[in-house]
Structures are given as C-alpha cells and as structure tokens.
C-alpha cells in the first residue's frame, strides 16, 4: 500500500522561493503602493517579440521567455495593446494568442 499524499511535507518544506538571494546581474524588483510587484513592459518589445517567434501569433509565453518577465505581466501588456487597438487576441483551447493588427 503506497501513502497518500496531501500536499503537505513538500520536499522544500512548503516554501516556495523562500530566502532567495538575488544573483549578479538580477534585476532588483520594484513594489506600487499596495506592496504589489510591479513589472515595466515596454510595448515596442514587446511588439518586437513577433519578430522573434516564428508565425503570425504570439502566446504570454512566448513573450514572457523572450522578454525575461512573468508570463502575468506579458498577459497584462499584450492585453493592454489590444485595448489601444495594436492588437488582436483569439482564445483557442486554454491558449490565448495575440497577432498584429492589419
């Protein structure tokens, strides 16, 4: 009979990150307000990711490995150009993709 698990006694003691210190070169991260971390995406690069990728659509994925940010800040800019009209987004399946507008 094999043991249950329930997500408790995970390997790293539950503490996901917990006592990280940041490497040379790592950018240090900035908190708003509120004490939320806040990521500066600029919206030419992340246009220019669709260069970087090969095909017409781009995913908060591929943004988030080209760029270096969270895969939310990636989905909140790309969001935020379809808003200011530069883009379009279709969900397919679970996947939402972003594609330039003509």
């Not at 490995?65 to 150009?81: C, F, I, W, Y």
């Amino acid at each position: 009979m094999t043991p249950k698990h329930g997500g408790h006694g995970q390997a790293n003691g539950g503490q996901h990150g917990s006592g990280r210190k940041r490497g040379r070169g790592e950018r240090r991260r900035v908190r708003d307000e509120d004490g939320q971390f806040v990521e500066s995406v600029e919206s030419e690069s992340v246009l220019s990711v669709f260069d970087a990728v090969s095909g017409p659509v781009v995913t908060t994925t591929d943004v988030s490995d080209v760029l270096g940010v969270s895969t939310e800040a990636a989905r909140q800019k790309l969001n935020s150009l379809v808003e200011d009209g530069q883009l379009r987004r279709r969900k397919t399946g679970r996947t939402v993709v972003y594609w330039q507008r003509e």
